[in-house]
């Protein structure tokens, strides 16, 4: 059974940084491409960014773009994202998912970012 | 980017009666390789996403057939037969042909009479 585990979410001041983490279980994590989606409250989805299979190549939405980083650990069948700089408007409940096609999603994780 | 309208924002459906959800893609999202990258997911209340559909047309694995895509290379709908109670939620068309960024549209959200 896939398995999707986030964490790392908390309260954070503006401007900080917050590193938040994927566990994965259930099939070979070394094999897909891996995903970071958000929802800020009562909204919609909204896509942050893709990390392919191997780490080589990585891609954000311009929001994001050089203040997060999303990267992984193969041999620990986890994904992360560092979020630098963080803003008002990122705060949101964060779910990575497997595949730039998200077949399968974590529970989520809720970032909120305030003074 | 590709702008993905959903419509209508909300439905409300007896139990047991059809529903439909419309998508609209500002540009065709038919690839080169003859794969048309329209994916459909539902968000039951309190629940992250799933995935119903993948490429306009093929259930995902464990969803029921109740569920069905359809469309062209930019007009596309989501059909739930005879609807449970299972199925209220809100629902997401997206797509991934130009990527990045992956886009979603607004949402539909499915209530019951």
Sequence with gaps: EVQLVESGGGLVQPGRSLKLSCAASGFTFSDYAMAWVRQAPKKGLEWVATIIYDGSSTYYRDSVKGRFTISRDNAKSTLYLQMDSLRSEDTATYYCARRGTLDYWGQGVMVTVSS | ?113
């Design chain 2, 1 to 113: 980017d590709i702008v993905l309208t959903q419509a209508p924002l909300s439905v409300s459906v007896t139990p047991g009666e059809s529903a439909s959800i419309s998508c609209r893609s500002s540009k065709s999202l038919l690839s080169s390789k003859g794969i048309t990258s329209l994916y459909w997911y539902l968000q039951k209340p309190g629940k992250s996403p799933q995935l119903l559909i993948y490429r306009m047309s093929n259930l995902a694995s464990g969803v029921p057939d109740r569920f069905s895509g359809s469309g062209s290379e930019t007009d596309f709908t989501l059909k739930i037969s005879k609807v449970e109670t299972e199925d209220v939620g809100v629902y997401y068309c997206a797509q991934f042909l130009e990527y990045p960024p992956g886009t979603f549209g607004g949402g539909t959200k499915l209530e019951l009479k």
